[in-house]
């Protein structure tokens, strides 16, 4: 593939999905492999760097890069073919995780793996490797995938796969987007047999019995999450609420085929079926700037004993995975300053020990997380995995727009990851906007390190694909 003509770059300030960083960039949004293979072309000619941007969900800044050159790849978002007898989908990369759902739904195929949001895209899911709420159960993304094709910054096309081009395929996948942009991907989903889960909730009184609880389920339960209240103290330290889901047999619940309409997974855009949603970004706002996150913390606690007395319960798939699409816009309650996540992978063995300090840590520095999640998770196979046999625990903090109060949150996020680092733990780089070239070979390890890099002087000799993320992270 070679430029045919000058490809239409727009100047615009491109923003993490957090909103804490960000910068202006000029963009182009491809729908075809050709314009992509023109970008490239155009681009490495002038010595510059490009960052591939998928729906923009990353919370940091791993989708971009400021003052170079951005691909937008939200427009090459067609399911190019669906199989409803196996559920494999050919979809292009801007394909959302909902658009993929509505399609393969009707067919009583449901995504094996899911975002906590369905705007996630699946170039965006591969590069990324993003895990769900069954981690634990069946890995992280990269595991349903079976093919893909890529195009490298020499306009070369490779399709991967476990057998093909494998050393590409299991370094692509978690490879965050250094080794060349994702032009078709083939996703396996899984059956289902109903539209509806049966939902428990699990009151946790403390960080210990919460991980008690992954231990005790996991071997039987299709869906494990845990709210985590994060101003608990002393013996409340890391109480939360547990919610595992399990999927229906084929004939449990006949009523459920009829929630394999997709109009009735999608999460309810108002509120009692009154109020839109849309408006309750304020009222959330207003909550976080008042303080009265610690009460609210404790009345969702004390709720959860109430649920745990209805339990089990039926919900649509949407309903429980996609919490973070029930209020549109909901990261705008951290405006004017945004929010980032921290998110530490923690081995078991050090569990309990390494995330009780990192909760005691926020407390004792006055920065408390407003929202905390565990999940649990297993080892996968490929080079940049985040993936350990134990646990995570996602941290989002509320960003000043103070320059002393926000370089005290990087610093202090800067320290938690010394301690998780010390423990053998890890990273998941769509979240991260904190850490600094030293973590990288310590989170993945030289052997890999270099590995990555040969695969990358292989693959990129100009070092065309770069983003803010890899450049702070010395990549």
């Known amino acids: 593939m070679t430029t045919s003509t000058q490809v239409p770059w727009r100047e615009q300030f491109v923003r993490g999905w957090g909103m804490a960083v960000g910068g202006p960039a000029r963009v182009f949004t491809p729908t075809t492999a050709e314009q992509i293979a023109d970008a490239f072309a155009e681009v490495q000619s002038k010595k510059g760097h490009i960052a591939l941007r998928g729906s923009g969900c990353s919370y940091g800044d791993a989708a971009l890069l400021r003052d170079g050159h951005v691909l937008d790849l939200s427009r090459m978002n067609k399911i190019l073919a669906f199989d409803p007898t196996t559920g494999v989908a050919r979809v292009e990369p801007g394909v959302t995780v909902r658009d993929l759902w509505r399609h393969s739904i009707r067919f009583g195929f449901w995504p094996k793996v899911v975002s906590g949001t369905a705007a996630v895209s699946m170039g965006g899911a591969a590069a990324m490797n993003i895990h769900g709420k069954n981690n634990f159960a069946v890995g992280s993304f990269g595991e349903c995938v079976r093919a893909f094709t890529l195009l490298t910054p020499g306009g070369q096309l490779l399709r991967c796969t476990r057998e093909q081009n494998a050393d590409v395929f299991f370094a692509a996948i978690s490879g965050f987007g250094m080794l060349g942009c994702f032009t078709e991907l083939e996703i396996e989903t899984k059956r289902v047999h109903s539209g509806r889960l049966r939902v428990w909730g699990i009151p946790a009184r403390d960080l210990a019995h919460n991980l008690q609880i992954l231990e005790d389920l996991k071997a039987e339960a299709d869906y494990l999450v845990s709210w985590i209240d994060m101003h608990g103290k002393g013996v409340a330290l890391g109480r939360g609420l547990m919610h595992r889901a399990e999927q229906f047999g084929p004939g449990e619940d006949p009523d459920g085929l009829r929630w394999c309409e997709p109009s009735l997974q999608d999460v309810p855009p108002r509120l009692f079926g009154v109020v839109p949603k849309g408006w309750l970004w304020p009222g959330m706002w207003t909550a976080v700037k008042l303080g009265q996150v610690p009460t609210i913390n404790w009345a969702k606690y004390q709720a959860g004993f109430r649920e745990a007395k209805k339990s089990p319960y039926l ?62 998770h297993r080892p996968d196979p490929f080079l940049m995995t985040h993936a350990v046999d134990g646990y995570s625990m996602a941290m989002d903090f509320c960003v000043s727009k103070n320059a002393a109060r926000r370089q005290a949150l990087w610093r202090l996020c800067q320290q938690l990851a010394d301690i998780v680092l010390e423990a053998g733990g890890r990273f998941y780089y769509a979240k991260d906007a904190v850490l600094q070239a030293s973590s990288f070979a310590r989170i993945h390890g030289e052997p890999t390190v270099r590995t990555f890099a040969a695969l990358k002087q292989r693959l990129d000799p100009e070092r065309l694909l770069q983003t803010d993320l890899s450049v702070r992270m010395g990549v």
């Open 315 to 376: 919900q649509s798939h949407g309903a429980f995975h996609f919490l973070l699409d029930y209020v549109p816009r909901w990261q705008w309650m951290t405006k004017p300053g945004g929010l980032i996540q921290f998110q530490p992978f923690v081995p078991k063995a050090h569990g309990e020990r390494v995330l009780s300090t990192l909760i005691e840590r926020c407390q004792q520095a006055g920065m408390v997380p407003y929202l905390g999640v565990l999940k649990r």
